[in-house]
């Protein structure tokens, strides 16, 4: 497609006047679009959530500290009537 001199051109147009071989190729529709937005959008959501406390593990466990310094009860009355955990594989 031809474009009057000085004229804007779209983005599309652009590639398409650059790569002759992508010429054949149709705008994506803008529900592909947004399906292909969503999924990265969740993958970015799951990744922050999942992966970024593995790699700062010294943050939480020292947030983890403070706020357990912060409580006014023992391990005992939070447990309730539940059993309070003990580590069977420590040494007596």
């Keep these: 497609m031809r474009v009057p001199a000085g004229a804007p051109v779209p983005f599309w147009l652009n590639v398409k006047n650059r790569l002759p071989k992508w010429a054949k190729l149709n705008r994506p529709s803008l529900g592909s679009i947004a ?5 990265l959008v ?26 357990r310094a912060l409580l006014r009860s023992s391990r005992e009355q939070q447990a309730g009537s539940q059993n309070v955990w003990i580590d069977p594989f420590d040494k007596k």
Excluded: I, M, R, S
């Design 35 to 39: 399906v292909v937005t969503t999924a």
């Design 42 to 67: 969740t993958c970015c959501a799951v990744a922050a959530v999942t992966l970024y406390p593995k790699y700062h593990h010294d943050y939480y466990q020292k947030a983890q500290k403070e706020e």
